[in-house]
C-alpha cells in the first residue's frame, strides 16, 4: 500500500517557466513533509520541507504547497532553468520527530532550454 | 568533505557471497538511517540508530540483514548470503536529531549480485 503516491512519473517544461510536482499521502498522521532532489548516481539532495501547521513554505525559487484535507502536497519551482532537471521524490514523516520517512516513487523533471 | 560518505561506491557479487556496506555520517550527527532504493522504486527504510542503538529495526528485509553503529558514528550494513533481489541502490542518511529535522543522504552503495 503505497501511502506516499507520486502519479506523475515524469514531467518537461520549458525554460522560465513554472514547474509543478504533485505528491498525494494517504495517512492523516502525516506532518512533516519534505522534498528531494535526485541527480543520476547521486544521493537525494534534501530541498525543502513543510510542517504540517503551516500550508506555504518558500525558499528562493522553491514553494511548497500544503492542503491538509486534501492531502495534497506540491512543488512549485520558479523560474524552472535546465540545472533543475532531476528526479523529485516526496517525503512524509509519521508523527512530529518520527524519523521513518516514508517515499514517493518519484517525478523525474526535465526542464528544456 | 562535510557530507555523508558511503563505501563503496559500487559492489558487485556473486550470489551467496557476504557483503558489507559502510557509511560514514556528517560529524555531529546522532541520528544515523539506511534506505535501499530497487529500480523503478521510491526509497524504502531498513534501519535507524539513534546513538549506537537501533530503535527500529522494522524495515530489513530478512534476518540476513543486519547493520551496527560503533561509536555513535561509522555505521555497516552487512548482508550475509546474497541473493539476486538484494541487487539496489543501498543509501545512508544522517541528521542531528529526529524532530523536523532533514535528512542528509550520501551518494549510496549500488549493489549488484549476479
Known amino acids: 500500500d503505497q501511502q506516499v503516491k507520486q502519479n506523475s512519473p515524469s514531467l518537461s517544461v520549458q525554460e522560465g517557466r513554472i514547474s509543478i510536482l504533485n505528491c498525494d499521502y494517504t495517512n492523516s498522521m502525516f506532518d512533516y513533509f519534505l522534498w528531494y532532489k535526485k541527480y543520476p548516481a547521486e544521493g537525494p539532495t534534501f530541498l525543502i520541507s513543510i510542517s504540517s501547521i503551516k500550508d506555504k513554505n518558500e525558499d528562493g525559487r522553491f514553494t511548497v504547497f500544503l492542503n491538509k484535507s486534501a492531502k495534497h502536497l506540491s512543488l512549485h519551482i520558479v523560474p524552472s532553468q535546465p540545472g533543475d532537471s532531476a528526479v523529485y521524490f516526496c517525503?512524509?514523516?509519521?508523527?512530529?520527530?518520527?524519523?521513518?520517512?516514508?517515499f514517493g516513487t518519484g517525478t523525474r523533471l526535465k526542464v528544456l532550454a | 568533505g562535510a557530507g555523508v560518505s558511503q563505501s563503496p561506491s559500487n559492489k558487485v557479487t556473486e550470489k551467496g557471497k557476504d557483503v558489507e556496506l559502510r557509511c560514514d555520517p556528517i560529524?555531529?550527527?546522532?541520528?544515523l538511517y539506511w534506505y535501499r532504493q530497487s529500480l523503478g522504486q521510491g526509497l524504502e527504510f531498513l534501519i535507524y540508530f539513534q546513538g549506537n542503538s537501533a530503535p527500529d529495526k522494522s524495515g530489513l528485509p530478512s534476518d540476513r540483514f543486519s547493520a551496527e553503529r560503533t561509536g555513535g558514528s561509522v555505521s555497516t550494513l552487512t548482508i550475509q548470503r546474497t541473493q539476486q533481489e538484494d541487487s539496489a541502490v543501498y543509501l545512508c542518511?544522517?541528521?542531528?536529531?529526529?524532530?523536523?529535522?532533514?535528512?542528509?543522504f550520501g551518494d549510496g552503495t549500488r549493489l549488484s549480485i549476479l
Open positions: 517525503a512524509a514523516s509519521p508523527n512530529s520527530g518520527t524519523y521513518k520517512y516514508i
Open positions: 542518511a544522517s541528521s542531528q536529531g529526529t524532530l523536523n529535522q532533514p535528512q542528509h
Open positions: 560529524s555531529g550527527h546522532t541520528a
